[in-house]
């Protein structure tokens, strides 16, 4: 949900993962503590984050690693509730690419929590994947992790990998799928790509949003109108040319 690098601090916790430099602002920690007061038990809320963590590494190494494919050097900053895969260089590349490197990061969760499941099954465990998903295939089903910490931290990882992964596929602007449906618009559109675009980044965010506060959830319903109205002013903004934009992932 970022579109611009947070500025450096001295609290930033630096460290590179397959060659990729990854820097983790301070509110990251924070914001994810914050999303997961729920949990009263240290050790549930120790899960949490750990697991929060896990799954918004690997998504934004999958943009990383896609970056990587196509030949560009990227760096990776969390941040906020989720992060950022920058590239090094300009490059000039084909829009499929833009398409390829958008969809890598939530196709890389949604792959880690497959493997993750299939770990279980084979093992012998039920898969601990709460909300209709989980529901609708009887993952539940079967004997779960005796060790309290494993099991909430692999619920937890699974729970963020699969929906905040289908989340991020929305068609919301800067979400990956707002990316990807941006880029559409300009494969096939191009004098208004951006205004239709951003049409439908406010009609997806203010559906979730409205759905978010009937079913319960105040912080779906701010998050997913803020990008509502956030989209709703980049529309009165747009002037209509086929100027740029700066992509992030």
Do not use: C
Request: charged content about 10%.
């Amino acid at each position: 949900m970022i579109i611009g690098e947070p500025p450096r601090t001295q609290a930033d916790l630096n460290f590179h993962a397959f060659g990729i430099p990854i820097r983790i602002h301070p509110m990251f920690w924070v914001l994810t503590l914050l999303l997961g007061m729920r949990y009263p038990e240290p050790e549930v809320l120790l899960a949490w984050l750990l697991a929060v963590l896990i799954s918004i590494l690997i998504h934004e190494l999958g943009h990383a690693m896609a970056f990587r494919y196509y030949g560009v050097a990227s760096y990776i900053v969390l941040y906020s509730f989720g992060g950022l895969a920058i590239p090094m260089q300009e490059y000039g590349r084909p829009k499929l690419n833009h398409i390829v490197i958008s969809a890598a990061g939530p196709a890389a969760q949604l792959l880690a929590a497959t493997m993750v499941g299939i770990g279980l099954t084979v093992a012998g465990y039920g898969v601990p994947l709460v909300g209709f998903i989980g529901e609708w295939l009887h993952l539940f089903e079967g004997p779960q992790l005796s060790h309290p910490f494993a099991h909430y931290l692999v619920q937890f990882f699974l729970y963020v990998s699969v929906y905040w992964a289908l989340l991020n596929l929305l068609p919301i602007y800067p979400l990956d799928g707002g990316q990807i449906s941006r880029e559409l618009f300009l494969k096939w559109d191009r004098t208004d790509a951006i205004k239709h675009s951003l049409m439908l980044s406010i009609i997806a965010a203010g559906a979730i949003a409205f759905r978010g506060l009937l079913g319960g959830s105040l912080f779906i319903g701010i998050m997913f109108g803020y990008l509502a109205y956030s989209n709703y002013q980049a529309l009165l903004a747009h002037s209509g040319s086929s100027g740029g934009y700066r992509q992030r992932w």
